[in-house]
């Protein structure tokens, strides 16, 4: 079982709708990011979080420490929002600075 | 203010051969981790370089090995190289003690 596990995979949508993407894992950690990649391979960070929720523009992500769940969410929707979205965990080792184990990314078609 | 720069940006090689790859971190930064990404899956860690040393790694073989400068710039060198050693690679800077990381556009190479 992965660590870091990511849902759904693939997610395709219409232009304006709400977008969930969920992220579980199972390791203890000091931080969450939500990472967007495009085509071009290049990884763009969005969020970091080790609690509550944050907020940027459309994009609103949210952490439960107890429950080991963070989810990203997408409002309004827009074609340009087409990316995979990755989860990462920063490893929680005792305050040495550990290292970001990812999800596998959840690929988002948005249509016009 | 220059994020994190990666050289170059695509690469072939014939099965056998060594190749180096380069990262420049972000500036501030001097914590380097290098990540494997195939095709259709999330990036793999490699290794972290902080003060010029191999610090953490990941389920890599020797083929793969690398270096910090002075200079907080890195290099990931691959011996022998394999088809299957075809990848993205990226780089991520951070600093020690600081959860925030920055990536690079990665360097896609091609074993051929």
């Known amino acids: 079982k992965n660590e870091v596990e990511q849902s759904p995979q693939n997610l395709t949508a219409q232009e304006g709708e709400f977008i969930t993407i969920n992220c579980s894992y199972s390791v203890g950690i000091s931080a969450l990011h939500w990472l967007q990649q495009h085509p071009g391979g290049g990884i763009v960070s969005l969020f970091m979080?080790?609690?509550g929720k944050k907020k940027h523009g459309r994009l609103i992500a949210t952490i439960n420490i107890q429950e080991k769940h963070s989810s990203l969410h997408i409002t309004a929707s827009h074609p340009r929002d087409s990316a995979v979205y990755i989860c990462?965990?920063?490893?929680?080792?005792?305050?040495?600075?550990?290292?970001?184990?990812f999800g596998k990314g959840t690929k988002l078609s948005v249509k016009p | 203010d220059a994020g994190v720069t990666q050289s170059p940006t695509h690469l072939i090689k014939t099965r056998g051969q060594q190749v180096t790859l380069r990262c420049s971190p972000k500036?501030?930064?001097?914590?380097v981790s290098w990540y494997q990404q195939a095709l259709g899956q999330g990036p793999q860690f490699i290794f972290q370089y902080y003060e010029e040393e191999e610090r953490q790694r990941g389920n890599f073989p020797d083929r793969f090995s690398g270096h910090q400068f002075p200079n907080y710039s890195s290099e990931l060198n691959v011996n022998a190289l394999l088809l299957g050693d075809s990848a993205l690679y990226l780089c991520?800077?951070?600093?020690?003690?600081?959860?925030?990381?920055?990536f690079g556009s990665g360097t896609r190479l091609t074993v051929v």
């Open positions: 500036s501030g930064h001097d914590t």
């Open positions: 991520a800077s951070s600093s020690q003690g600081r959860h925030g990381y920055t």
């Open positions: 979080l080790s609690s």
């Open positions: 990462a965990v920063l490893g929680d080792y005792g305050g040495s600075q550990g290292n970001l184990i």
